[in-house]
């Protein structure tokens, strides 16, 4: 090893990143309130202008009723399923193993709405229509993550989507989207937003993936699902008496970059087929359906790490901080394309890649 | 009538107004950013520098092992509860008829935690020593806010404190304080914040009551506890990518206002003296204990209404922008004084007074 830097380190110093609008500074919030009127008020609990026009803008973004500014998904997605969960009487639901709730939520779900999960479809792959009919019990809610984050970013194709979305109809079966990434997949899918939210009955976004917000999440539905969940978001403690710090970020980056999906989906693309022209190297998926994809590289992440580092240090050019095992002798990271893409110089990402490939070709794999 | 006006459009209007420290306007915000470095790394899912500095700057003055940063206070105190309650093996807890809990989180504590609540004293007036001897089932916790904010802002000697505190840790019963407005009971008390969270074995202050800030809590106590409590924040959707909008604004107006808190207390005593003079208005508590007290109107409030109206025409001089209907034919609004009340010219102030204890004696009460 060449070096004695960590992955890390070399990332954190590199001259030009990847992935992402930039690292999780202050200054994101104080660009987003430079301009901002400092004498208008703040909400007040959940009413007041800058709370209500944003609800406003997004139920009308999504096609929905009403909408309604939590401070996080995990909170909103949790009140989601609890109310259709009271609503059917029935207090079971359905997702995907790797849903967010099942691995980053401490059993928020469980814990604290006692409610019983379904874990459809295998780890590796998306849920199909067949899992849904599969279902041998009943359940109030089926939730779909549009793309399916841990496993890169997939997507089902949207007949597959209206397939599910009329079965679930049929059978009385709510059905909520999860999503976090939804304005990412709108390229993909050639759907407006809510085009692709008519589909579900309640659906969930965030404001810090694509959007590059500092937190916060919007639940939209109907008016009356909503005002449901206005009470449950108290009981959460999330209807603090000021969430404008996090509703005039949301809606100053959402102006910013709303009109970039495409950009940035390009670029996923674009990037993918450099990544999986390396030898040793795979994209998942293959062809990116949003801006974010899974990079798989056959070695162990101890072999990998130094390559990496070199890169960083001899290219300038910083493509992950960390590696993760996957099953066998490989590894893995995640890439998320955003406002950094476009100041990479073309030559330096490719012969950097160029280089990169030359080593896995040196390595016995 | 001599106006049309509200009662709350003329409290808008005032040229001076009695109590807080302004308007909750989006310039708390930026004034509290105005000077941070833009290249800070904001905190990260509860890690980072600018949360782990701020809650060991709490944990020390509050003479705790660790200290939490919780988005709410709901939030926190219904995690301490349900932290003691696990810990006791024993869903029950008790506390103040008016308890925030109890009257403004949607019952959260039994919707979310399933825990039973017994209510001590009666609604009018605080929890003493002999309710807590009285108790005839266990409980695993008591809560004690001081001061009790619906009842004007009481507190208990500090020798019953002492006695209360001594009792439940021979018992076996976890003290929690809610301590909303703990700094602002230090100048009565005589006591540091950490003497008195000493008689408490988890403790929870707020950043927007005294201290001006945007939103946001701090929960302190053993480190063994404070641990559960974030996987408990977790759960509730409370750990979020970035809190910084808030901790770094409650560290700011902490620093701005801590050494402030003897003033407002002062100034609590000398207004509700000047309030005592006037016929037919009364001050509860009669000599304030903190900045807060409630100010009780033998009144209807349609008849005051006008006077308050007028008053403000007249003098320039807000005090309340509601006034809520007591038992009887009478009224009472709550006031905390804050950084306001040292720009109101006094003789205005007690010109105004004046003016309002002549109208009052025209009334016939």
């Given at each position: ?80 399923l609890r109310?259709w969960c009271d609503h059917q009487g029935l207090k079971r639901v359905a997702y995907h193993p790797l849903a967010?709730l099942e691995i980053?939520?401490?059993d928020?779900l469980k814990?604290?709405h006692q409610i019983e999960t379904i874990l459809l479809a295998d780890k590796d792959r998306l849920i199909r229509l067949e899992d849904v009919q599969g279902l041998d019990q009943e359940i109030a809610c089926l939730l779909l993550e549009?793309?399916q ?7 089902p194709?949207?007949?597959e989507l209206?397939t599910i979305s009329a079965y679930c109809r049929e059978r009385g079966i709510k059905l909520h989207?999860d ?21 579900f009955d ?164």
């Amino acid at each position: 090893m060449e070096s004695s830097l960590t992955l890390a380190t070399a990332f954190q110093d590199a001259e030009y990143i990847i992935g992402g609008h930039g690292s999780r500074k202050i200054k994101v919030l104080q660009e987003a309130f430079m301009h901002v009127d400092g004498e208008l008020a703040s909400d007040h609990y959940g009413n007041g202008a800058v709370i209500d026009s944003f609800q406003q803008q997004m139920a009308d973004v999504l096609g929905k009723e009403a909408a309604v500014f939590f401070p996080s998904g995990t909170m909103a997605q949790q009140i989601a399923l609890r109310i259709w969960c009271d609503h059917q009487g029935l207090k079971r639901v359905a997702y995907h193993p790797l849903a967010h709730l099942e691995i980053h939520e401490e059993d928020g779900l469980k814990e604290l709405h006692q409610i019983e999960t379904i874990l459809l479809a295998d780890k590796d792959r998306l849920i199909r229509l067949e899992d849904v009919q599969g279902l041998d019990q009943e359940i109030a809610c089926l939730l779909l993550e549009l793309p399916q984050r841990e496993i890169g970013g997939q997507l089902p194709s949207y007949e597959e989507l209206e397939t599910i979305s009329a079965y679930c109809r049929e059978r009385g079966i709510k059905l909520h989207l999860d999503g976090a990434r939804l304005f990412e997949i709108t390229p993909y899918y050639q759907k407006t937003p809510a085009e692709i939210c008519s589909l579900f009955d309640s659906v969930y976004i965030s404001f810090y993936k694509g959007i590059g917000g500092i937190a916060g999440a919007i639940l939209a539905g109907d008016t009356d699902v909503m005002e449901e969940s206005k009470v449950w978001k108290r009981r959460h403690g999330g209807d603090l008496i000021g969430l404008y710090p996090y509703i005039l970020s949301s809606q100053y980056y959402y102006n910013e970059r709303i009109g970039k999906m495409q950009l940035y989906y390009e670029q996923a693309q674009e990037l993918a087929a450099l990544l999986n022209a390396c030898h040793g190297i795979r994209t998942l998926p293959e062809v990116p359906v949003s801006n974010m994809f899974h990079v798989h590289i056959a070695l162990a992440a101890s072999e990998v790490e130094p390559l990496l580092v070199q890169m960083t240090q001899h290219y300038g050019i910083g493509i992950t901080s960390y590696l993760n095992k996957t099953s066998g002798n490989s590894c893995a990271f995640e890439l998320s394309m955003g406002d950094r893409y476009e100041h990479i110089p073309q030559d330096k990402l490719r012969a950097a890649l160029t280089w990169l490939n030359e080593e896995m070709q040196k390595q016995s794999i």
